[in-house]
Structure formats: structure tokens, C-alpha cells
């Protein structure tokens, strides 16, 4: 079955970096656009940004946008979440998904229902 397997999380003072990573196993990683959520203890999982299969286009949730950056290496099947000037309202489990549908302009699968296969996160904790 397909995997998503998340990594790179950890303590990290406030305005810190952290680049998380989500390496994907069993499905067409080229073909997935790939998005990050986040669950802060008793929150809903909210969204971090999203990237189309090809790279090409990125969106971002308005709490991130200007600091944190996601890339993708289709050859190696990888996705990244660089996250820079950390703050600790951003400490959470991070996740990783799958979706197979291209994020657009007009799509931009910022719903945590839109996504098809997740990781199982990676804790983030950033002190003040």
C-alpha cells in the first residue's frame, strides 16, 4: 500500500528553521500533488501549503505564507516543508499527503478531506 513516511521534525528555539521531509513509496509520486497539514494538541488539523505534481505551483496558508516553503523532488520521490522563522504558535505534528488531483488556481485542495493517502506525522516544538 502506498506510504508516506514524514521526517526532520524537532525542538527548535523561536526563529529557527526546520526542513521537514515526506518520502512516498508505491504510487506514481510525479503524478500527486502534495500538501501539508498540521494538528496542534486539541486544534483541528489545519493547512500548511500545497504543491502541484510538476512544482510549478505552490500555495500556502496565510499563517505561513513568507516563511515556510515546500519543494518536491520527483526523482526521488520527496516532498520538503522548509520552515524558517519559526514561531510557537507553529509547534504541531506535521503531516504529509497525497492527492491525485493537480492543485491549481482554482483547485488548491487546502482541505484536509481532498487528500488521499497521509503520513503519520513528525512532532514540531519551537520554544520562546
Known amino acids: 500500500q502506498v506510504q508516506l513516511v514524514e521526517s526532520g521534525g524537532g525542538l527548535v528555539q523561536a526563529g529557527g528553521s526546520l526542513r521537514l521531509s515526506c518520502a512516498a513509496s508505491?504510487?506514481?509520486?510525479?503524478?500527486?500533488?502534495m500538501g501539508w497539514f498540521r494538528q496542534a494538541p486539541g486544534k483541528e488539523r489545519e493547512f500548511v501549503g500545497v504543491?502541484?505534481?510538476?512544482?510549478?505551483?505552490?500555495y500556502y496558508a496565510d499563517s505561513v505564507k513568507g516563511r515556510f516553503t515546500i519543494a518536491r523532488d520527483n526523482a526521488k520521490n520527496m516532498a520538503y516543508l522548509q520552515m524558517n522563522s519559526l514561531k510557537p504558535e507553529d509547534t504541531a505534528v506535521y503531516y504529509c499527503?497525497?492527492?491525485?488531483?493537480?492543485?491549481?488556481?482554482?483547485?488548491?485542495?487546502?482541505?484536509?478531506?481532498?487528500?488521499?493517502?497521509w503520513g503519520q506525522g513528525t512532532q514540531v516544538t519551537v520554544s520562546s
Open positions: 499527503a497525497a492527492e491525485p488531483r493537480p492543485a491549481s488556481p482554482s483547485l488548491r485542495l487546502n482541505s484536509r478531506l481532498a487528500y488521499r493517502y
Open positions: 504543491i502541484n505534481s510538476n512544482g510549478y505551483y505552490a
Open positions: 508505491r504510487l506514481t509520486f510525479s503524478s500527486y500533488s
